[in-house]
């Protein structure tokens, strides 16, 4: 094949491809590992307004966090957590 057509294909497929963000991956690697129904059992108090899912998120975004301190860490966290989980962080603390 010659060089011009390699090059005409090989842009034609990076057009073609979709295009996905790290943040878009981790999403869908943390979807696909947790769902909802892997804590159907746990009794929840009544005025809470996490999940079991959403707080293994925020911990394991906290634990692969490399911010220094605990308290940046968990703060780095929880900004990634609420946008793995499209949230925005004014509706979080209203929950």
């Given at each position: 094949?010659?060089r011009?057509?390699?090059?005409?294909t090989s842009v034609?497929?990076k057009?073609?491809?979709?295009?996905?963000?790290?943040?878009?991956?981790?999403?869908?690697?943390?979807?696909?590992?947790?769902?909802?129904?892997?804590f159907?059992?746990?009794?929840?108090?009544?005025?809470?307004?996490?999940?079991?899912?959403?707080?293994?998120?925020?911990?394991?975004?906290?634990?692969?966090s490399?911010?220094?301190?605990?308290?940046?860490?968990?703060?780095?966290?929880?900004?990634?957590?609420?946008g793995?989980?499209?949230?925005?962080?004014s509706?979080?603390?209203?929950?």
């Open positions: 094949m010659s011009k057509k390699q090059t005409a034609d497929a057009k073609k491809s979709p295009k996905f963000t790290h943040g878009d991956l981790l999403r869908k690697a943390l979807t696909w590992l947790l769902n909802d129904r892997m159907a059992d746990i009794k929840l108090h009544g005025n809470i307004s996490w999940t079991p899912k959403h707080l293994v998120i925020l911990a394991i975004l906290w634990v692969w490399d911010k220094r301190t605990l308290s940046r860490a968990f703060e780095h966290a929880r900004r990634l957590s609420l793995c989980l499209a949230m925005s962080p509706k979080a603390s209203r929950e």
